[in-house]
Nanobody, 115 residues
């Protein structure tokens, strides 16, 4: 599956952004889809939020109450609504499609939050 992420940008602390991830295939075929991020200076991608095939959502503690993951099944698109953004949310955000032991990644979209 090919994934196209969009919606990143530069905002001030307290602002909001909505990321989108358009998939080339059916998103309900995935066991899960999610958003990960790589913060400056880190090589690994950390989980931000994910959603199971059945629609159950899971969030990193650092974003609970501020970020919301959702999906539009007919559009095969995954979203991440990010509110009350903080400078520490600055990162490249990647969407992920996981099925049968294989993970596909989008190209990443940069989010920069200034204080």
């Amino acid at each position: 599956v090919q994934l196209q992420a969009s919606g990143g940008g530069s905002v001030q602390a307290g602002g909001s952004l909505r990321l989108s991830c358009a998939a080339s295939g059916s998103i309900v075929s995935a066991q899960s889809m999610g958003w990960y991020r790589r913060t400056p200076g880190n090589q690994q991608r950390d989980l931000v939020a994910d959603m199971s095939r059945g629609g159950s959502a899971n969030y990193a503690d650092s974003v609970k109450g501020r970020f919301t993951i959702s999906r539009d099944i007919p559009k095969n698109t995954l979203y991440l609504q990010m509110n009350s953004l903080k400078p520490e949310d600055t990162a490249v955000y990647y969407c992920n499609y996981y099925k049968l032991g294989r993970a596909d990644w989008g190209q990443g979209t940069l989010v920069t939050v200034s204080s």
